[in-house]
């Protein structure tokens, strides 16, 4: 299976703060890569796939990138509802699929 | 607007069986594949298996293969997981997925609210 590490597992940041999680895959996935958003007691929430495509309905302060196997979810401007955990996912080989092992975000 | 609605989970003693249900609504059911997902409380996300729209494909995580066993009934928009032979370690909420793919773009679209299944004796 192919391993994604994400960092940090945890950061406190600021509402209004730019937040920066990164998902390194240790093989290429080409751009095979989504992020999700999960909120205590709910089901994870799509917010980008492919990289950068922003599902219908995340607000644009959602973006990713990428540089060879390093993935970067960036959250400009956090709002109070961005305060969640996030995970990416790997679907190059789907199926299977991998996911990180989740980025909290919390309130400094 | 797509459904997508779990049943099936309890409290199971070690060894013993379950089988989860997952009603589909909101969009044609046999045109898409579908997944479960798990999380084992206070963990990350686990993919436990595939199926493909027509059920001719079916794929599981090393650590259930052999025990759980995935179906569909797509005249009843039905997706299901038959777990046998729990363990301790298979405690978890587990989510119906299903995926959405354009060309070989895939990701995991829209998620049931989950269903929890506790193995302890």
């Known amino acids: 299976d192919i391993q994604l590490t994400q960092s940090p597992s945890f950061l406190a940041a600021s509402v209004g703060d730019r937040v920066t999680i990164t998902c390194r895959a240790r093989?290429?996935?080409?751009?095979?890569l989504a992020w999700y958003q999960q909120k205590p007691g709910k089901a994870p929430k799509l917010l980008i796939y492919?990289?950068?495509s922003l599902q219908s309905g995340v607000p644009s302060r959602f973006s990713g990138t990428k540089s060879g196997t390093e993935f970067t979810l960036t959250i400009n401007g956090l709002q109070p509802e961005d305060f969640a955990t996030y995970y990416c996912q790997q679907l190059s080989s789907y199926p299977p699929v991998t996911f990180g092992g989740g980025t909290k975000v919390e309130i400094k | 607007e797509v459904q997508l609605v779990e049943s099936g989970g309890g409290l199971v003693q070690p060894g013993g069986s379950l089988r989860l249900s997952c009603a589909a609504s909101?969009?044609?059911?046999?045109?898409?594949?579908m997944n479960w997902v798990r999380q084992a409380p206070g963990k990350g996300l686990q993919w436990v298996s595939y199926?493909?729209?027509?059920?001719?494909?079916?794929y599981y995580a090393d650590s259930v293969e052999g025990r759980f066993t995935i179906s569909r009934d797509n005249a009843m928009n039905s997706l299901y997981l038959q777990m046998n032979s729990l363990r301790d370690e298979d405690t978890a909420v587990y989510y119906c997925v299903r995926d959405w793919c354009s060309d070989t773009n895939c990701r995991f679209d829209s998620w049931g609210q989950g269903t929890l299944v506790t193995v302890s004796s």
């Open positions: 492919s990289t950068s």
């Open positions: 909101g969009f044609t059911f046999s045109s898409f594949s």
């Open positions: 093989q290429d996935i080409s751009s095979y």
């Open positions: 199926i493909s729209g027509r059920s001719t494909s079916k």
